[in-house]
């Protein structure tokens, strides 16, 4: 079975995960497409798959007899989407030999434009997968999870040799979480591979620094009759404090190594506002410099409008996992060689979010970060191509390879 067929399986199976949920998993649809795969490996010959309590697949496809003692390899693709333009079922849509040109989705009213996606010219010739254009399509990350089961289809059919492959699927990456209750232990792999990303040939071990702000701003509420120097508008308090971040630095405006300040969402009255930012940076100096410059605006609106007025919160997110990469450089090495050997052009590029990676990496398993083939990810012009799927899938059955050997 190729990549996308078992795509298309998945994207009906609906798995948002909910960051407003306090358990784990987040959302109980997940365990719904965990089970599937877990009969899927099963019926592969990966006896030993199961999922757990906490909805993270598992399962070890034991090596090949005289390799023993090659490197334990890892792959891991999670099964959340997010939660946007997914309030109800995904209609997959199959255009083949897409043009390259704007493409209507559906009768949604949306077009995969090339104004928008400038790469489309380059999809010409192939089949291209969308949704009708009133959903997510979820290729973020299921295709991970096709091009892994692809892949282990392929080493079991072909009799390719290999150490030992651990294999896991897991839930809510989408809200940042899921990777605090993987199993490392369990997983027993020496390194591993998220697939993760955006273009096949895609390989990423440099991600940003993250954390979550968040400004809650209490205002005083009097007549607007007879509020001179009394009222305190909590809601032009908030706009006064977006007013002083960086006006260029937001994620429209910067691309590869420059971070931003992303308000993610606001509420406001005369009497309490809130303001929910994320902030990112591949630089941790400059990460803390930005951190240090949401403190500062705490400090000068209390001055200004008195203590107590704003209160900041910051909730760090994952860090770079550069550092720990860095000290296992085979990884990237041998993730380029396999490019090349499937006939991809390898891609170093740094990843402007995280992957479940980011946090393993610096809980003892060094997890770099591999594209998938998908774009336009986290909303309804999410698209994939067939071909692209099956040159992710080739790249990393030559990794394999190569680590067996």
């Known amino acids: 079975m190729r990549a996308y067929e078992r795509l298309l399986k998945y994207v009906v199976v609906r798995t948002p995960s909910d960051e407003n949920s306090e358990t784990v998993p987040s959302s109980q649809c997940q365990f719904d497409l965990a089970n599937i795969l877990v009969e899927e490996l099963k019926a592969l010959g990966i006896d030993n798959a199961y999922v757990d309590e906490k909805c993270f697949v598992y399962g070890k496809l034991a090596a090949t007899p005289g390799y ?25 849509v199959i255009t083949e030999n897409y043009n390259g040109e704007d493409l209507v989705l559906g009768a949604s009213g949306r077009v995969l434009s090339v104004k928008d996606f400038p790469h489309l010219p380059s999809l010409k010739g192939r089949t291209l997968i969308t949704t009708d254009g009133t959903t997510v399509l979820g290729a973020d990350d299921k295709a991970g999870i096709a091009e892994i089961m692809t892949m282990l289809e392929r080493i079991i059919t072909e009799n ?14 989408e809200i940042g979480t899921g990777a605090q209750s993987f199993n490392v232990e369990i997983f027993d792999a020496d390194f591993g591979f998220t697939l993760d990303g955006d273009t096949e040939g895609e390989i990423q071990y440099e ?20 509020s001179k120097n009394a009222m305190i508008n909590a809601s032009l308090v908030a706009m006064e404090i977006n007013s002083l971040l960086p006006g260029t630095e937001t994620p429209r405006d910067t691309e590869d190594y420059e971070g931003f ?20 940076d591949h630089d941790a ?18 001055e200004k409008w008195g203590e107590g007025t704003v209160r ?28 090349k050997a499937a006939g991809i052009t390898p891609l170093v590029i740094p990843i402007r979010g995280g992957t479940d990676g980011c946090q393993l990496s610096f809980r003892g398993l060094p997890c770099p970060n591999l594209g998938t083939g998908g774009h336009g990810y986290h909303g309804p012009y999410e698209h994939i191509t067939v071909e692209g799927m099956d040159l992710a899938t080739d790249m990393v059955l030559e990794l394999v390879k190569l680590y067996a050997k």
């Open 68 to 92: 023993e003692n090659a490197v334990k390899l890892g792959f891991i693709a999670h099964m959340d989407t997010v939660s946007d333009f997914c309030d109800h079922d995904t209609t997959p």
């Open 261 to 280: 300040y992303h308000l993610m969402s606001m509420t406001g009255e005369v009497a309490s506002a809130s303001l929910h930012y994320i902030v990112r």
């Open 160 to 173: 390719i040799p290999h150490g030992q492959i651990c294999v896991a699927f897991t839930p809510d990456e």
């Open 312 to 339: 900041l919160t910051l909730t760090e997110q994952y860090r770079n996992m550069a550092e720990v990469v860095a000290t296992c450089m085979h990884l990237i090495e041998n993730a380029q060689l396999a490019a």
């Open 207 to 226: 991600n940003f620094n993250a954390c979550k702000a968040d400004f809650e701003i209490t205002g005083f509420n009097v007549h607007p009759g007879s």
């Open 285 to 302: 100096s400059l990460f803390e410099a930005r951190k240090n410059t949401l403190r500062h605006i705490e400090k000068i609106m209390n």
